[in-house]
């Protein structure tokens, strides 16, 4: 065991868990945030990608302790109080969710691709949401949300 | 409240109400719900695919830190719980019924998959909880596994009750007149095909929380369900032996369905009976390889297929001979996929005078099988659209030609096909007429002779695909089989401020139903359909309910609704008549206001909302007060949707990769509420259709080990192995609902699997290809692409 301190979403969060807690355990369970979800063990869906220091992780394949002092963004701190994100806003308004399950992680991947090429372009999107599996939707709209997403936030 | 004009009713892209919650983390799935005082369950699971269990030994486990309780087998056969059940049963050829074997919750004396489950731990935490699973000894008398379906007969037999593996032996048809067809037939085209092993990977793991109450003997369950009420039934009647009032269901937001959740499975019952033996409650989520040893698989058949021609080149008979594997055990609807949902689709859109099918299910040492996207249809369509593109290049006919002289013509509807059947209405030219000008099909030989040139092969390939959904009428289900009624239910109940509750018996796992079902009351009142909520997934809020599966929802849920809607309009008339002292005959509803006809008497919607609940101006003798009705729907015939897509293709020969480089889909919905949500699913269906063609396969290795158990090792569709989608339609309004609708979730999958092989093959057709099994992985293709050259170098 040992105390483990990170900004998340803002605000200090100070937890003593187990050496082994992963940081989607850390998220999900002692801090109670459960948008973050867990869709595999191997590191394959995405459905846990969050912002650690501005970076997408997925927050499965990290030990809580390597986040020590680290600021965290998760899919419940990306909008503005009542005001979607600009790409929150581009799936909504491109149908880019279905069950809902997966859009976390791939809101947060899309959000780190765009923020890194803002001119991001169909082939590019494609190959960055690699690693954000999505049963429900086939792509097409999560694709046209993100370049919606990509043009809102500057692009 | 706004009383406005302007409504986003029937037939508006109205974006999703249900979004924000989603978008924002605050989803709430089974998995994010924690109860005071809860622990953790973990299933201890057998590690071979078929062995007699010999002893259990628990005992180091039950001592072993943070452990509550650890249970066998023995423990829920001294309880006498009972197992899951099939809900649907067929007879066989001989004129006996299904084999059904039991299912206990945790193995009895034998183990029959690698995933069974032999044992469950349950301690403070999952760490704990599988720790000591580890310190369970399981001595196991290992038997021959069997895996290979096809020859399941011959193998060791599996269930005491089920001789030769095999659960039914099943026919539909005319067996004589089909052979006959066959035997004077100008020409018979004969296809062996293999519908690939799938396994449905909805992204939210299965997942289920128990609590029990001690003080009223009730249980609250919250569970991965696409369908809450058959959930507390079959525990209630069938396991527990307890009145449904003492069980709440409720399926929260659940993501994604695709068929797997639809059944009881073991593990939620074990959570159900261990809350009241452990006295916390109890919560089991699977992780992602539980979750592949352990949901309904899909498809897994082998169809030999004869086609009979006559010398215009006219369908005069079809024989299907169909074997399928249903695994260790049946599941809910294990028996229902490959027969009635299968055997019943095989005229497909065209006017064919024979049909016979033969079914054989079989026992195997797998994980059961059962219904994913399509159930059934897509196996059908397979089989049939692969053998019309075969026919189609066997007698020097354009595919598309081929179909058109052989589809059903428009005004032989109502059509009653061989094989059971009958189709309400439909008209098939248009949407392949459409489909093919999506996709510019008649420049289609210049593409490949560009791409020729570039050394890549291009190819084309259809579908035209016929559906049944919703199924009905529950009368019909049941002389078929069925153990269920097939019916759905609405409440729609107008609060005193003119706002509306609606709750529905199905069930929504990413449709978008409080949306599409707000749409269609908010149309149908005239009133803003924020004035709308929807309310489903829980047993103590909705009434008993069929929930989601097979394309029903709108066809049979959004109906029931319509009627529980027509049900307020007509009493809403009574009430407004005498507040305008008139005659109700005189009453036009219209806009969201009760109008004297011919006069500017008139009253919102609201008003009447109001009298209801404050009933002093109120005509109390005749009529009670309160503005509540329920509808229970049972529709009178099957939905049925159809369409055509073309897949176009190029492949690399270096590397046998196929690139979908285009796709036009032109499906026949009848009427759409939703045309954004139903183009939502329309690519939804395609990209898993995708998938079982190119990339996915759930493969088992003769040891009965399953090797495609994660993400690392069964290929899921990804964003770049798609292409964007045509999406089109064409509409004949469904003649037996009011609302016009068919269903659309499972289109996709049905359609696109045969339209991509037919692509394929069309691609390698100048190699001398003329067959490719499912998936068509880049390994299988590059494969195909060195042999042919190397018999062309001969």
């Keep these: ?155 | 409240m706004n009383e406005v004009t302007k409504i986003d009713g029937i037939g508006s892209s109205v974006r999703r109400t249900e979004d924000k919650k989603f978008l924002t983390g605050k989803g709430r799935y089974t998995d994010d719900i924690n109860r005071p005082g809860q622990v953790q369950a973990y299933f201890l699971r057998s590690d071979v695919a078929h062995a007699e269990i010999k002893s259990i030994d628990t005992k180091a486990a039950q001592s072993a830190p943070g452990v509550v309780g650890v249970f066998t087998g023995s423990d829920i056969a001294a309880d006498k719980v009972g197992g899951p059940i099939c809900g649907w049963v067929v007879p066989c050829r001989d004129g006996s019924s299904t084999k059904e074997p039991p299912h206990p919750l945790l193995a009895q004396g034998k183990v029959r998959f690698v995933g069974d489950a032999v044992a469950v731990v349950v301690a403070e935490t999952m760490e704990q909880a599988k720790s000591a699973a580890e310190l369970i000894d399981v001595d196991y008398n290992e038997l021959t596994p069997v895996v290979d379906f096809v020859n399941a007969e011959k193998g060791t037999q599996i269930h005491e009750e089920v001789p030769n593996n095999c659960y039914f032996d099943w026919e539909l048809g005319d067996e004589s007149a089909t052979n006959k067809a066959i035997e004077s037939a100008a020409k018979v085209v004969k296809l062996s095909v293999r519908n690939n092993r799938l396994v449905p990977n909805a992204m939210e793991p299965r997942s289920a929380l128990a609590e029990y109450d001690s003080l009223d003997e009730s249980y609250t369950l919250y569970t991965t369900s696409q369908n809450p009420h058959l959930t507390r039934l079959v525990l209630a009647a069938f396991m527990f032996a307890i009145p449904e009032s003492k069980l709440r269901v409720i399926a929260p937001d659940v993501g994604g369905g695709f068929g797997s959740k639809i059944y009881v499975y073991i593990e939620e019952a074990v959570c159900v009976w261990a809350s009241k033996k452990i006295g916390r409650p109890v919560k089991w989520t699977a992780d992602r390889t539980q979750a592949f040893l352990t949901d309904c698989h899909g498809r897994d058949h082998v169809n030999d297929v004869q086609l009979a021609l006559d010398e215009k080149n006219k369908i005069i008979g079809l024989r299907v001979d169909t074997v399928c594997n249903l695994g260790a055990y049946l599941s809910a609807f294990s028996v229902v996929v490959p027969t009635i949902l299968h055997g019943t689709l095989l005229s497909g859109q065209y006017d064919i005078p024979a049909i016979y099918t033969n079914v054989k299910g079989m026992a195997t040492n797998t994980v059961n099988v059962d219904a994913y996207r399509g159930a059934g249809r897509p196996e059908a369509t397979y089989l049939l659209e692969r053998t019309m593109e075969t026919a189609a290049k066997e007698v020097g006919m354009d595919p598309a030609e081929f179909r058109r002289i052989n589809f059903i013509p428009k005004d032989a509807f109502p059509y009653q096909t061989q094989v059971a059947l009958q189709y309400d209405i439909g008209d098939y030219e248009p949407h392949l007429d459409k489909a093919m000008e999506m996709i510019d099909y008649s420049n289609f030989e210049k593409r490949r002779a560009e791409a020729a040139k570039r050394g890549m092969y291009r190819g084309i390939g259809m579908s035209s695909y016929i559906e049944a959904c919703g199924l009905a009428p529950s009368a019909v289900v049941g002389a078929l089989g069925g153990r269920v009624g097939q019916w759905e239910s609405a409440s729609v109940r107008v609060n005193p401020t003119g706002t509306i509750s609606v709750f529905t018996g199905s069930h929504s796992h990413g449709q978008g139903h409080a949306t599409t079902f707000a749409q269609i009351v908010a149309d149908k009142l005239g009133i803003p359909m924020e004035n709308v909520e929807v309310i489903h997934g829980d047993t103590d809020k909705t009434p008993f309910g069929m929930g989601s599966y097979g394309s029903r929802s709108l066809a049979s849920g959004g109906s029931a609704i319509s009627k529980a809607v027509d049900k307020i309009i007509n009493k809403s008339k009574k009430i407004a008549a005498h507040l305008l002292e008139a005659s109700e005959d005189d009453i036009d509803f219209k806009d969201g206001k009760f109008v004297v006809g011919g006069t500017d008497k008139e009253k919102a919607f609201s008003e009447i909302a109001l009298a209801a609940y404050v009933p002093h101006n109120y005509p109390l003798e005749t009529l009670e007060p309160g503005l509540e009705e329920n509808a229970f729907y049972d529709p009178t015939n099957f939905v049925f949707p159809s369409g055509t897509h073309i897949a176009e293709v190029e492949i690399d020969p270096a590397t046998g990769v196929v690139e979908v480089v285009d796709w036009a889909a032109c499906d026949d919905f009848g009427n759409l509420v939703n045309p954004m949500i139903v183009e939502g699913q329309v690519h939804g269906g395609i990209a898993q259709g995708i998938g079982q063609a190119l990339l996915e396969d759930a493969h088992y290795d003769e040891n009965g080990q399953l090797l495609t158990a994660s993400y690392m090792d069964y290929c899921m569709p990804r964003a770049d192995d798609l292409p964007s989608f045509k999406v089109g339609y064409t509409n004949t309004p469904c003649t037996h609902n009011d609302l016009g609708v068919k269903g659309c979730g499972e289109a996709g999958a049905i359609a696109s699997p045969p339209a991509l092989i037919n692509a394929v093959i069309d691609a390698l057709s100048p190699l001398g290809v003329t067959d490719m099994s499912m998936p068509a992985t880049s390994q299988k293709v590059w494969k195909a692409i060195q042999e042919s050259q190397s018999v062309a170098a001969e």
């Design chain 1, 1 to 155: 065991m040992g105390e483990i301190s990170l900004k998340l979403n803002g605000k200090l969060e100070t937890k003593d868990v187990a050496d082994n807690t992963l940081l989607i355990d850390f998220i999900r369970e002692h801090v109670g945030l459960t948008g973050t979800h867990v869709g595999c063990d191997t590191s394959q869906c995405g459905a846990c990608v969050i912002h650690l220091d501005g970076v997408s992780v997925k927050a499965c394949t990290m030990l809580a302790k390597q986040a020590e002092g680290s600021e965290i963004v998760t899919i419940e701190g990306l909008a503005d109080g009542d005001e979607l994100h600009p790409m929150q806003q581009a799936f909504h308004e491109n149908h880019g969710l279905q069950c809902g399950f997966c859009t976390p992680g791939m809101v947060m991947s899309a959000v780190e691709m765009v923020t890194k090429n803002k001119n991001i372009s169909e082939d590019e999107i494609r190959k960055g949401l690699e690693g954000n599996i999505c049963r429900c939707t086939g792509y097409h709209n999560i694709v046209q949300s993100v370049k919606a997403g990509a043009a809102k936030m500057g692009g």
